[in-house]
């Protein structure tokens, strides 16, 4: 039986090592950011603070997803799990210490967001299991 849902379309990613490092830091930092921001929005209101739980839940899932790859090995990822991923990747742009790290940041981004844009222009990048 395959892990995989019959009709959904899957993605195909790879990052290299260094994409995957500065990835994994950028989703920790931006984690541990949205985390202390949980803390600051308990006074704020239900409805605030549960959105900012949600945001922080996501950067967390996000790092979790990030742990699971491995360099230069091409894995399927459906559009529900890449889209989290691509946007806290983006919150943690502004988190890199260099101009290599970011260079390495943006370029895992950019393979992302050209996976998500080629399946909103029709194009056959998606892959279907």
Known sequence: MSMFKVGRSYYSVSFDREELRVIRIACAAVAAREQSAVDEAAGAGLNEYAEQVKMANLAVVAGNLAALFKP????????E???????????????????????SLYRGLNRIETLLAANEAGTPQPRKR
């Open 81 to 103: 799990d890449l889209e989290p991923l691509a946007e806290v990747i983006r919150k943690g742009c502004d988190t890199m210490p260099g101009e290599e790290e970011a260079a």
């Open 72 to 79: 230069g090995q091409e894995i399927l990822i459906e559009r």
